[in-house]
């Protein structure tokens, strides 16, 4: 029998319909204050009862902060508290870089990742664009995304699922939560 | 008396206006062959000619051959050779990954990268906003650049442009030949 | 029932008893020519006969040839060849350095590793390190090994053996052998 | 005229005889606690002691706390303090692995680096090997660093000076003192 999240495109995720509580992780991005607008508060309620859920049937939860280079380095963002099991900081915005991620990821033994936070098209992307290539199995939770111009949502989703998903695939957070507690 | 490239968005690149060939690196990037189609030619002979003349200055031509992961790994484009100084592969849809690229642009002294190839929202994308992250100084010559899917080339370049420019900025090869070729 | 290679120190490798060909690579460094001195060839005969028993019990044999930093290329040793299944280039003294080493390991699900090859303090051990701060868990055959002063084995063989193994363990070749066709 | 630290082996240190205190950072290694032994907190003055020379011509100072794989995460030593600008942590015991180190490094615009701490043979060593791959000029200041086994010192210093100084060179604080507070 298999077990993936349903409705998810452009297939049915993960790959090999082998999807594990143990062997997943929602990494959760969100940037560092000093950047020219925040995130509306109301996205990290919205990943925060995803966490929860993830959590609940033995997911791991990661949350990284990133940063963009050559600019003042600001603080966490208070509000972006999701309950993480652990908290990181990277150097680019990118969450692998000049992080402990892929140390992390690999240490816990989790290959099965659930993008979220903001923003999309910055930190989120490049985040999910370095896991694909590290050959972890991909998941963009869009509902649990912010887009920083909305206008460009459509296109950050397009660029994943083009090629038959050559980042990974797309889904939706009720989904995710629906599979993971019955897998 | 500053050295700029004409007409870049949303900033005169490079930031600081110190354009110099002696720290310009054309990257091009090409995705190795076994995917599901296969890049335009006449892109590389677009290419090919802003290599000639960034090579002419001085500037270092570097062409990395990309690689999604978990695939077959097929083989490099006979087409997509555009004479370059140094050939590189890389393990990854992102040049930097798996590659000696870092490592090669550094001991060159080379912190002004030009970005061209294919595909636009894949390894060009990829290696721009990994590049952003190490501190290099991007611009991406558009019209150097094939996207995978038409559609999406005026999104990819926005989320360069977004929030001040926040992977670098964007321009056109004759700005940059125009502009090399003087400074 | 436990499954270790015998007369390790300072501890049973692996160190889960676990040994299991489907998990081993063979990772095998020989320098790139250049540098003062060549490696005796007769190394790369031991070297070549455990790779011919790992690879007959479904062992990975990766090769990898290491570059110093900021030198003239130089090519690879042709009498190095050991009839791995991949051949590798490092852009530094570490294996992994600038190198698809790590991405390959983890696509072929390799997580028990053989070190081995030229030269033990510098190549071999940088690469021990570096593989075992990824939490690849590292065996040093220690007779497939060539110092390149001999009278600094005792303290290579030492610096991985103090504080419980903190890069590893210690074997050698006849002992892996017997217990890897036996596991 | 040239500017370098007296007394260097095998080489005279930087090799291009440019000591710039604006390029050069002291990268002072520590290991988190949870170890079996902590080093002696007599390393750590002599260490400040150096730290504030470098600071006071302008060099920086920067702490790494290395961690090594697999094991409780454990604290920074509060005895280990030196009074640096900028304090890390790294995911592995080369201070470089899952750290922001090498980005930070570049932003700064240091590329002469001095290496301290402890231990000498696990984790200044690993980083010293580290970033020479990366093309920084390196210097070991000896009797800045405390090695784990005192038997080992002298196979550690003659790993680096092999070859001609295949990592870079080793000196002594009073010397890199005297040197950079004349350039």
């Keep these: 029998m298999t077990r993936n999240v349903a409705h998810t495109t452009p297939y049915a995720w993960p790959w090999d319909g082998a999807l594990d509580p143990g062997r997943v992780a929602l990494v959760v991005i969100s940037p560092r204050l000093g950047g020219d607008r925040l995130p509306d508060s109301r996205i990290w309620q919205e990943v925060r009862a995803t966490a929860g ?3 609940s049937v033995g997911g791991a939860v ?6 963009p280079p050559d600019r003042s380095a600001g603080v966490r963002d208070e509000h972006a508290v999701v309950g993480a099991d652990h908290v990181l900081d990277a150097a680019g915005i990118d ?3 000049g992080s402990p991620l892929d140390g992390l990821l690999r ?9 979220a936070g903001a923003w999309l098209e910055t930190g989120v992307h490049s985040t999910m664009r370095s896991a694909n290539d590290r050959g972890f199995e991909c998941l963009l939770v869009l509902d649990a995304c912010l887009a920083y111009e909305p206008a460009l949502e459509a296109a950050s989703r397009s660029q994943i699922e083009m090629s038959g ?7 939706q957070s009720v989904d995710v939560c629906a599979a993971i507690t019955s897998a």
Excluded: E, H, N, S
């Excluded at 990661?62 to 940063?67: A, D, G, P, R, W």
């Excluded at 816990?108 to 659930?114: E, K, N, P």
């Excluded at 998903?165 to 889904?171: E, H, L, P, Q, R």
């Design 53 to 55: 859920t993830v959590q």
């Design 62 to 67: 990661v949350q990284v902060t990133t940063t």
């Design 95 to 97: 969450g692998f870089y």
């Design 107 to 115: 240490r816990l033994r989790r290959d099965q990742l659930l993008l």
């Design 165 to 171: 998903g050559i980042f990974g695939a797309v889904g």
